[in-house]
């Protein structure tokens, strides 16, 4: 179990350094070319960064259930469906 814990903790630590250079790399490249970024956004299609999210949060939704339901040991497709 601790093996587990340390090993989540290492994961996420990782994380943090990736996209934490990566949104100070963005926000350094911005400040540095704020042109190239003014020209760029109007390129950008609401749809697909709508439909983006959605993904994402209906992506997030099913992990949420999927462990809360094997907590209750509810294992199963069908264990959502009918209850």
Known sequence: MRAASLGMWVFLATEVMFFGTL????????????EAFEKGSTRLNWMVGAINTLVLLTSSLTMVLAVHY???GRNGWWSFIWG
């Open 23 to 34: 949104f100070l790399c963005v926000a350094v490249y911005r400040t540095m070319y704020p």
């Open 70 to 72: 094997a907590k209750l």
